[in-house]
C-alpha cells in the first residue's frame, strides 16, 4: 500500500504532491468517522431488534447502546489521531497521568470540598440560622456539642457554647459534622 501510494505521490504535479501529505490522513480520518458513525447505527438497529424480541427495558438498551457508542467513538478518535501521527503510547501515557494528578487532587481536596458542599446544604435546606442553638448528638440519647450558632461560613459553624462553670467557648465545627450527626435545634 505505502509503495502505491509513493507511486501516485511521485506521479503528481507539484501543487498537488504538497497537499497529498495532508490529503491522505485527512481522507482517512473522514473514513474512519464515517465508519464510526455506521457501526454506531448498526449497533442503534441491533439492539432495537434484541429489545423487541427479548422485551428488554427502554433504559437497558438506552444504557447498552450509549456503552457501545462510546466506546466505537473513542476507538475511532483514537485510530485517527494514529493515522494523523500522534503516538498512542503518548496519549495513553498523559491520559493515565492527567488521571492520577486529578485523583491525587480530588483526594487532597475531599475534606475542603465536602464542607464547601455542606455550608451550601446548610444556607439552602435552613438546617439551623445564625442565633439559634443547636445541639450535635453522638446518638439519639447521648448529650453532645451544644451552643448558639455565631457564624456559618464555607468551611465552618462557629458554636458559642456555655460551660458547666458559666464560661463562654467558641467552637469551630466542620459543616460536614452537621451532616453526619443528629441535630437537636432550638430557635
Avoid at 432495537?48 to 450509549?66: E, F, I
Avoid at 462510546?70 to 503518548?90: D, H, K, N, P, Q
Avoid at 435546606?125 to 448529650?143: H, M, Q, S, W, Y
Wanted: hydrophobic share 55%; glycine share 6%.
Amino acid at each position: 500500500m505505502n509503495k502505491l501510494l509513493q507511486a501516485i505521490h511521485e506521479s503528481l504535479p507539484q501543487w498537488l504532491a504538497d497537499w497529498f501529505d495532508i490529503l491522505v490522513p485527512a481522507i482517512e480520518v473522514v473514513l474512519i468517522a464515517a465508519g464510526a458513525w455506521l457501526a454506531v447505527r448498526i449497533a442503534r438497529r441491533l439492539l432495537r431488534k434484541l429489545t423487541n424480541t427479548y422485551s428488554l427495558p427502554g433504559k437497558v438498551a438506552a444504557l447498552s447502546l450509549r456503552v457501545v457508542a462510546t466506546i466505537v467513538y473513542v476507538a475511532a478518535t483514537l485510530w485517527a489521531l494514529e493515522r494523523m501521527g500522534v503516538s498512542g503510547t503518548v496519549l495513553w501515557t498523559a491520559f493515565t497521568g492527567f488521571a492520577t494528578v486529578g485523583a491525587v487532587a480530588f483526594f487532597a481536596a475531599w475534606s475542603v470540598l465536602s464542607n464547601l458542599f455542606c455550608a451550601l446544604l446548610i444556607y439552602v435546606t435552613g438546617a439551623f440560622r445564625i442565633g439559634d442553638v443547636v445541639e450535635l448528638l453522638e446518638n439519639g440519647e447521648k448529650p453532645g456539642i451544644k451552643g448558639r450558632v455565631l457564624d456559618v461560613n464555607l468551611v465552618y459553624t462557629t458554636l458559642l457554647e456555655t460551660t458547666v462553670e458559666g464560661q463562654e467557648v467558641v467552637l469551630q465545627l466542620p459543616n460536614s459534622l452537621v451532616f453526619q450527626r443528629v441535630l437537636r435545634r432550638w430557635k
